[in-house]
């Protein structure tokens, strides 16, 4: 590599401190968090005025979700050959471009065909932002960089429609979804002064250093006579291994770090379910339950509790360890859906929906920061399948809502059916995830 290019790339990744990646990191998500939280949660409203009934409401966006999971596995390799900030990057105009689109639809398919589009942008952007996060040094303060960038998604929530839903009701969908592809170019803007992610940066230096230090020629060590190559199998040390008395030592280790990586895919699939059915039937909820014309203010006070819980549960699981911090959220979460199961009145969604934001978005941030200390080299594909686990249930989530709704349930019905399902994934995982801190 060329002297001049190895300090340019030096430049490039060294120039801004942690403290201002991070930030650049939480101004871009906010964008494109918002832009994908406005839309997740206007576009049903939108489709029934288009004639559809609440199951297809609900099936626009899980076949977006579904359509995203498929595409994330099939962008897995180039993600982790070209970097997590081209994803982010790559990700912010998938769903910008699209969405500017959205403003001349006039038929539902028109909207189906696009949101499958923009399914890039949630297949490429959401997950990188959490690789590129991992990235970052030190590893010892993740969780808290976690905490400030869910912090910033959060706040997005909140945001949002409170500020996005009126103009809707003002102006049209039209103005709300040119203003959105406006917010979605700013976040691919602040995402293109991000430095090159350092582990993709260092693995290619480091080929590059290989490959111009190889050897032309390689010679082989001279053999004394008589004497013979003894070639070791590459499974000879853990052969080895299972030898040794401490044996039940290694197999419980292993055990032990199966049941954790299955439970923190698991269990961001359970709170998906619960925050599926608030994002996609929570206007309907609000509407139902809340005399106000801001049909967003549901989601401001469920937006301030995972305000309040994302720096938290960053920093408690930094110091207590993953199980008791994401217990504690996934319990709040259940509590919050049961309040606006159960509660008819403002105050009482009100506090349903402020807890509920607490529990998932407290949930979300302990269960990136448990995957992304892993100690595995694939600690990046971890964090992007279980950015996957948790889309996959807000397809089921929505699908389900959407379902019983269509067969004359009430939205309260199907809160109440999501309280139950997460308060028995609270159970599971007291009881399975180790009690312990730690890498995975």
């Given at each position: 590599m060329?002297?001049?290019?190895?300090?340019?790339d030096?430049r490039h990744?060294?120039v801004?401190?942690s403290n201002?990646?991070?930030?650049?990191?939480?101004?871009?998500?906010?964008?494109?968090f918002?832009l994908?939280?406005?839309?997740t949660t206007?576009?049903?409203?939108?489709?029934?005025?288009?004639?559809?009934g609440?199951l297809?409401?609900?099936l626009?966006?899980?076949?977006?979700?579904?359509?995203?999971?498929?595409?994330?596995?099939?962008?897995?390799?180039?993600?982790k050959?070209?970097?997590?900030?081209?994803a982010?990057?790559?990700?912010?105009?998938?769903?910008?471009?699209?969405?500017l689109a959205?403003?001349h639809?006039?038929?539902l398919?028109q909207?189906v065909?696009?949101?499958l589009?923009?399914?890039?942008?949630?297949a490429l952007?959401?997950p990188?932002?959490a690789?590129?996060?991992?990235?970052?040094p030190?590893?010892?303060n993740l969780?808290?960089?976690?905490?400030?960038?869910r912090?910033?998604t959060?706040a997005?929530l909140?945001?949002g429609?409170?500020?996005?839903?009126?103009?809707a009701?003002?102006c049209g969908?039209?103005?709300l979804?040119?203003?959105?592809?406006?917010?979605?170019?700013?976040?691919?803007?602040i995402a293109?002064v991000?430095?090159?992610?350092?582990?993709?940066?260092?693995?290619?230096?480091?080929?590059?250093?290989?490959g111009a230090h190889r050897?032309?020629?390689?010679t082989?060590?001279?053999?004394?006579?008589?004497?013979?190559?003894?070639?070791?199998?590459?499974?000879?040390?853990f052969a080895r291994?299972?030898l040794?008395?401490n044996?039940p030592r290694?197999?419980?280790?292993?055990?032990?770090?199966?049941r954790?990586?299955a439970l923190?895919?698991?269990e961001?699939?359970?709170?998906?379910?619960?925050?599926s059915?608030?994002?996609?039937?929570?206007?309907?909820?609000?509407?139902?339950a809340?005399?106000?014309?801001?049909?967003?203010?549901?989601?401001?006070f469920?937006?301030a509790?995972?305000?309040i819980?994302?720096p938290?549960?960053g920093?408690?699981?930094?110091r207590l360890?993953?199980?008791?911090?994401?217990?504690?959220?996934?319990?709040?979460?259940?509590?919050?859906?049961l309040?606006?199961a159960?509660?008819?009145t403002?105050?009482?969604?009100?506090?349903g929906?402020?807890?509920f934001?607490?529990?998932?978005?407290g949930?979300?941030?302990?269960?990136?920061a448990?995957?992304?200390?892993?100690?595995?080299r694939?600690?990046?594909?971890?964090l992007?399948?279980?950015?996957?686990a948790?889309?996959?249930g807000?397809?089921?989530?929505?699908?389900?809502a959407?379902?019983?709704?269509?067969?004359?349930?009430?939205?309260?019905a199907?809160?109440?059916?999501?309280?139950?399902?997460?308060?028995?994934?609270?159970?599971?995982?007291?009881?399975?995830?180790?009690?312990?801190k730690?890498?995975?």
């Open positions: 060329d002297i001049r290019t190895k300090k340019a030096h990744t060294s801004l401190s201002e990646v991070t930030a650049l990191v939480a101004c871009s998500a906010f964008l494109l918002g994908n939280n406005v839309e206007a576009l049903p409203s939108y489709v029934m005025t288009l004639g559809a609440p297809v409401a609900g626009q966006n899980s076949l977006f979700v579904f359509a995203a999971v498929a595409l994330r596995i099939a962008l897995e390799r180039t993600v050959r070209r970097g997590s900030r081209f982010m990057i790559a990700g912010a105009l998938g769903y910008a471009v699209p969405c959205l403003a639809c006039t038929d398919w909207v065909i696009l949101r589009m923009q399914a890039f942008g949630l952007f959401q990188s932002v690789q590129y996060l991992a990235s970052v030190p590893a010892s969780g808290r960089r976690v905490g400030v960038v912090f910033a959060t997005s909140m945001a429609p409170a500020i996005m839903f009126p103009l009701s003002c969908y039209k103005v979804f040119v203003v959105l592809s406006l917010v979605g170019a700013c976040g691919a803007a293109l991000l430095p090159r992610d350092r582990e993709n940066s260092n693995e290619q230096q480091g080929q590059e250093e290989k050897p032309a020629t390689a082989k060590p001279a053999r004394s006579p008589g004497t013979t190559a003894v070639r070791i199998p590459p499974f000879a040390p291994s299972l040794l008395p044996a290694l197999v419980e280790s292993l055990h032990i770090s199966l954790k990586r923190l895919i698991a961001p699939f359970a709170l998906a379910l619960g925050y059915v608030v994002m996609n039937f929570g206007q309907t909820l609000a509407q139902e809340l005399a106000t014309d801001n049909d967003g203010l549901l989601f401001v469920m937006s509790g995972g305000i819980a994302s938290l549960a920093w408690t699981t930094d360890g993953a199980k008791r911090s994401t217990a504690g959220a996934i319990a709040l979460n259940s509590l919050g859906l309040l606006m159960l509660g008819r403002p105050p009482t969604v009100f506090a929906a402020f807890f934001g607490m529990g998932y978005f949930a979300s941030a302990a269960l990136i448990a995957a992304g200390a892993s100690a595995s694939s600690a990046s594909t971890f992007a399948r279980q950015q996957s948790l889309d996959m807000m397809v089921a989530g929505g699908l389900l959407g379902a019983m709704m269509q067969t004359g349930c009430s939205v309260f199907v809160c109440l059916t999501a309280s139950a399902a997460i308060g028995t994934s609270l159970v599971v995982w007291s009881m399975i995830y180790p009690n312990e730690g890498s995975i």
